[in-house]
């Protein structure tokens, strides 16, 4: 991929996303102002959560990290023929996994419920709910999982757009159901488990005309005896671990959270949702492009490329991670108050919510270096040291979490803060090995360009957190949300104009951002 190529692909993508993460955002507004924090909505987070949490795990995580690298060396060393019976043999073998999996948890819906949220056993009604809505939701892996396969492949071949479009249809889908469909059903927060089905659906029906010019739409076979097949399924089994550590932590704050007091688990998805703003539009879209581009460069034994790509998206990624996670943990509460506070969704927890995401915002850096480090080792088709770097950062969180529970117990600070800091910890751990690892086998290393840039980051990143801070007593509490919303967007675009100016006045140049 050519260098212009690249950073064209990365805007095409952040873009999307940016796109995306905007639908997203005004999707929790409603789904936290029409159902509140606690309750039904718990039960809807949790069962939501589960499908979601294996697609990233799954689908987006190890599958496409497995998929990618052998699909480019097919493209690099075969013919299109040769392409398509393996995109023929994989589908086929990832239809039939994921209908076995699909099946099997519909019929044990309460057992799967009992195991990611014991807390909710001792509530009859709320667990049933819960089970009924995992049922609805579940599907969703499977299209979803179909939607990464096919994404896949068209951003192996340089089509970045559609896959990045897809997810806007699941924000609209669920925008549509809170609104519209609702307050048809008995129970209103039904509507939400029958609009993520549909979104999968959609998702992945936007991805087929292109799949079809790039005559690669091919009907599914079974064979897992492909030389291919094999090889991808070999990678997936570590990778599934390594790739999507970070959803296991989370995963793991859902059940601890289950078992705190009420509006725990929303609370702890509101935070989440926000650390994931910045995460999605860099961190997510740099890791997507890259992969191809590095895959191709190990391919080709090109390791001047192969090192170059990643201290690009190194660059990015700090240049953006920095300053974001900075002004999150800043502006926690005005964020809660100005986006959420509103209908079911009360100043508590707008507190409760601003405290966790507090507690999540120093990690965004670190979650997103692991979505640049990751895709190295995975271009390299090296699964096994992210999965035992992977292991050692779950070992972490469980340590962190009893440490940092224990803690906020002592301080009488509500406990879903302390498992929030515990993803943070987590995360550093992760991305810290997974550098260490590089930088040992001489993959990738700073090298003494980044002296300067780390001070000019840091100077920048002072200047910005001073200017918020002044800020920060002149925000409209009381007023109304659309008073709320406007103060904070002139908080954020003073903040990002004093690091940009700040960060132009250290000596630091846009073109320090081109690829190479």
């Known amino acids: 991929m050519a260098k212009s190529r690249l950073f064209r692909s990365t805007m095409v993508v952040s873009s999307m996303t940016m796109l995306s993460r905007i639908l997203g955002l005004v999707r929790d507004v409603v789904l936290l102002g029409v159902f509140g924090a606690g309750g039904l909505m718990d039960a809807f987070l949790v069962a939501f959560k589960i499908p979601n949490f294996l697609r990233r795990l799954f689908a987006e995580g190890a599958f496409s990290q497995a998929f990618v690298p052998v699909l480019s060396e097919y493209k690099e060393k075969y013919s299109l023929q040769q392409v398509q019976i393996l995109v023929s043999r994989t589908s086929g073998a990832l239809l039939l996994i994921l209908s076995m999996l699909t099946v099997v948890v519909i019929l044990m819906a309460p057992w799967v419920v009992t195991l990611f949220a014991p807390g909710f056993a001792d509530q009859p009604g709320k667990f049933a709910i ?27 071949y340089g ?64 064979d897992f005896q492909h030389e291919g097949v094999k090889r991808i399924l070999k990678l997936m089994l570590p990778a599934i671990f390594g790739v999507s550590v970070t959803q296991i932590n989370l995963l793991l704050n859902t059940i601890f959270a289950s078992l705190m007091i009420g509006g725990s688990v929303s ?34 034994k090109d390791d001047v490329s192969f ?42 927890d707008a507190q409760m919510s601003s405290l966790a995401l507090r507690s999540m915002a120093g990690g965004i850096l670190g979650f997103m270096l692991i979505k640049i480090f990751a895709p190295a080792f995975f ?20 340590v962190f979490s009893v440490i940092f529970i224990g803690i906020f ?22 991305a810290g090995l997974l550098y260490y690892f590089l930088h040992k086998r001489d993959i990738f290393r700073f090298g003494s360009h980044w002296k300067k840039l780390f001070t000019q980051f840091a100077i920048s990143t002072a200047s910005m957190i001073a ?30 104009l004093v690091y940009g100016v700040v960060l132009l006045a250290t000596g630091f140049r846009p073109r320090q951002l081109k690829h190479g």
């Not at 007593?473 to 919303?485: T, V």
């Open 130 to 156: 819960t089970a009924e809505l995992l049922r609805l939701t579940f599907p969703y892996l499977l299209f979803i999982s179909m939607t990464a396969f096919a994404s896949g492949i068209l951003q192996s």
């Open 159 to 222: 089509r970045f757009a559609a896959p990045a479009f897809a997810p806007v249809l699941l924000n609209l889908c669920m925008i549509g159901g809170a609104l519209i469909f609702a307050p048809m059903f008995d129970t209103p927060i039904m509507a939400l488990g029958y609009a993520v089905a549909i979104a999968g659906l959609l998702q992945f029906l936007i991805q087929l005309p292109q799949l079809w010019q790039q005559k690669l739409l091919v009907a599914p076979k079974i």
């Open 267 to 300: 609370w702890l998805y509101a935070a989440e949702r926000m650390s994931e703003l910045p995460l999605g539009l860099i961190g997510v879209a740099i890791g997507t492009v890259i992969l191809p581009s590095l895959s191709k460069s190990e391919a080709k």
């Open 307 to 348: 090192k170059k790509t990643i201290d690009w998206a190194a660059r990015l990624i700090i240049l953006v991670g920095v300053p974001a996670s900075a002004a999150l943990f800043i502006l926690a509460d005005v964020l809660m108050q100005a986006l959420f506070l509103r209908g079911e969704f009360t100043l508590r």
């Open 379 to 398: 271009a390299r088709q090296d699964t096994r040291t992210p999965v035992k770097i992977g292991i050692v950062s779950v070992f972490a969180n469980m």
């Open 409 to 430: 117990y002592f301080l009488e600070i509500p406990l879903h803060g302390g498992l929030a800091l515990a993803t943070t910890g987590a995360a550093f751990v992760n």
């Open 467 to 496: 200017v918020l801070y002044i800020m920060l007593p002149y925000f409209p509490a009381d007023e109304a949300q659309w008073r709320r919303i406007a103060a904070l967007l002139i908080m954020c675009a003073v903040g990002a």
